[in-house]
């Protein structure tokens, strides 16, 4: 789809017409950042969490799986400095009473002046035609250069403010760039302060009542601590030898300051992370190992132009290097994935704070160690929104009779489509429904499949296309002499008569992994 809000509100409906999204708890009006997954919108979860689950631990010896709970010691969250430092700075607009969080309208601000770069450069490039010269043209061209001069300038002040916490210039800089409200235009701005973002609640049937917290948890806001502190009982009973991982996909849960921008940012979402153990020192080259790497997972799913990496402005407390990889939605590049180096700072701080070791013994060296850590962390909901948006899409085709006509399609790659097959009698006729059922229930065994006789034919294509079924199998009277089925796909709308026998074979090709995984 192109980039803009009415295309990214067609998405948002799309999803809600064909039970792919829900609004949580709609029939009270919703509940902000919070959304149900439909029948289709959980098939299409479970095949993307099955899709990186396979890449990540099916194809990697060293890598393995666990599932630790959502509830977890007070103190673990202490130890992560997520008690202390989880926090975003926040900022009200005293008119249109929205929030905001202060660093993302600096950093949309530097976005603004990028775009206008970017233009004059794209409008010079027309016009020199082969001859353009585009690092000697950013280099000398003087509104390009006075524009490139300020945002650097901005963007310097912006770094320090973030690395040292400094709330109050970052309200001057809101300011100096004469920053507006986004949705109402006003520059009536709070100061900016910070807020936790880490959901608690209380645990066990002890009432806390005076104010003691003895028994507050937190429900977690990233999968990766109980990575960490289940470290030395995984190694052990896997026997694994560092470098190894250990991947987890689960709930997560955040406040969120701002929440608008549909399943892009949730209060509770879903994570896919690995944390990966190496010895101190080498830990850049696995840095750079798992950027290429999970780089290359996401193009077997989305064009290049669509991707792009993005180091940090500021690392977060535990890391020592960090970038995200970035994906085109409808409104702009944002992160779909980080990875970041994340040093011995988790299994350092448990150590210290358990008084439990958290060492290695890596009998190559013949000494121990807490571990460093490379971690890939990316979002199930995220990706299922990529994939949504990138495969939605309206093209003229032509109909039965030949003439031209629109179709909504969601190109989703064939592994990851909800239903793959739908078994469809040509005419509600008994003789043909008993045909196709004995159809359906065959290759029910095989992938998920769908059966449906109601409305005329074109009608439930249309409806498998919206739904993004890769293939409907259509039986005729023919099939009932000749036992042939037409097999029709949905990208090509090719549409090939092969034996009943000859299904199964036919579709099995589109439908493997090996259609993503490389290698
Ligand atoms: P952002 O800067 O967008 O808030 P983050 O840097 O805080 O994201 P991480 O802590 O690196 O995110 O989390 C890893 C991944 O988890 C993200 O790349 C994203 O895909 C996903 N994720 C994080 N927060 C949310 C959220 N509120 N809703 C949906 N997915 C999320």
């Known amino acids: 789809m192109k980039n803009s809000t009415d295309d990214f509100k067609k998405l948002i ?90 660093d993302v309208l600096i950093e949309e601000h530097l976005a603004k002046i990028d775009a206008k770069n970017d233009k004059d450069v794209e409008k010079a490039k027309k016009r020199f035609g082969d001859s353009f010269d585009e690092a000697q043209f950013r280099a000398t061209n003087a509104r390009v250069l006075k524009r490139q001069e300020e945002r650097d300038a901005i963007h310097q002040k912006f770094v320090k403010a973030l690395s040292s916490e400094d709330l109050g210039e970052l309200k001057t800089l809101i300011e100096e760039c004469q920053i507006a409200d986004p949705e109402g235009g006003s520059r009536n701005w709070t100061d900016v302060r910070q807020f936790n973002l880490m959901f608690s609640t209380q645990f066990g049937a002890t009432s806390s009542e005076g104010g003691d917290n003895s028994n507050k948890v937190y429900l977690r806001p990233e999968t990766a601590q109980g990575i960490f502190v289940n470290f030395l009982n995984v190694q052990k009973t896997t026997r694994q030898k560092i470098p190894f991982g250990i991947a987890q996909i689960g709930k997560a849960f955040r406040n969120e300051i701002v929440a608008r921008q549909f399943i892009f940012r949730m209060r509770e979402f879903e994570q896919m992370e690995m944390q990966f153990f190496v010895q101190p020192g080498t830990e850049m080259e696995w840095y750079h190992y798992w950027k290429e790497f999970r780089m290359n997972w996401h193009k077997s799913l989305f064009p290049a132009e669509k991707l792009q990496y993005h ?125 196709a059922r004995e159809i359906f229930n065959r290759l029910k065994w095989v992938t998920q499949c769908q059966y449906d006789e109601k409305d005329s034919i074109g009608r439930r294509y249309r409806r498998q296309d919206a739904i993004g079924t890769p293939f409907c199998v259509t039986v005729d009277f023919e099939t009932l002499e000749d036992g042939e089925v037409t097999v029709r796909d949905r990208d090509t709308l090719e549409q090939v008569r092969i034996p009943i026998d000859a299904i199964e074979g036919h579709i099995a090709g589109k439908l493997d992994f090996r259609t993503l995984i490389k290698g």
């Not at 029948?39 to 299409?44: A, D, I, R």
């Not at 939605?329 to 980080?338: A, C, L, T, V, Y």
Request: aromatic residues 12%.
């Open 311 to 435: 180091d940090h402005d500021k690392l977060a407390h535990y890391a020592n290097a960090a970038l995200d990889i970035e994906f085109e939605f409808p409104f702009g590049f944002k992160e779909i994935e980080g990875i970041h180096s994340r040093t011995d700072f988790d299994l350092g701080n448990h150590q210290e704070l358990s008084g439990r070791k958290m060492q290695y013994f890596d009998s190559d060296l013949g000494e121990s160690y807490v571990p460093y850590v490379v971690e890939t962390s990316i979002g199930v909901d995220r990706t299922f929104f990529a994939v949504v948006s990138h495969a939605l899409q309206e093209e003229e085709v032509p109909d039965a009779k030949g003439n031209m006509a629109t179709r909504i399609v969601m190109k989703i790659p064939p592994v990851l489509a909800p239903v793959k097959v739908a078994v469809l009698p040509l005419v509600k006729k008994e003789v043909l429904a008993d045909k």
């Open 13 to 102: 409906a799309h999803c809600k017409e064909y039970g792919y999204v829900f609004p949580s708890s709609e029939v009270y009006d919703g509940l902000s950042a919070v959304y149900d997954y439909g029948p289709y919108g959980v098939e299409l979860k479970n095949n993307i969490k099955e899709y990186w689950w396979k890449a990540m631990v099916q194809m990697h010896e060293n890598i393995v799986g666990l599932d630790s709970a959502i509830f977890m010691h007070p103190l673990i969250w202490k130890a992560s400095g997520h008690v202390d430092a989880f926090s975003d700075p926040m900022i009200d607009n005293k008119d249109s009473k929205k929030r905001y969080r202060a």
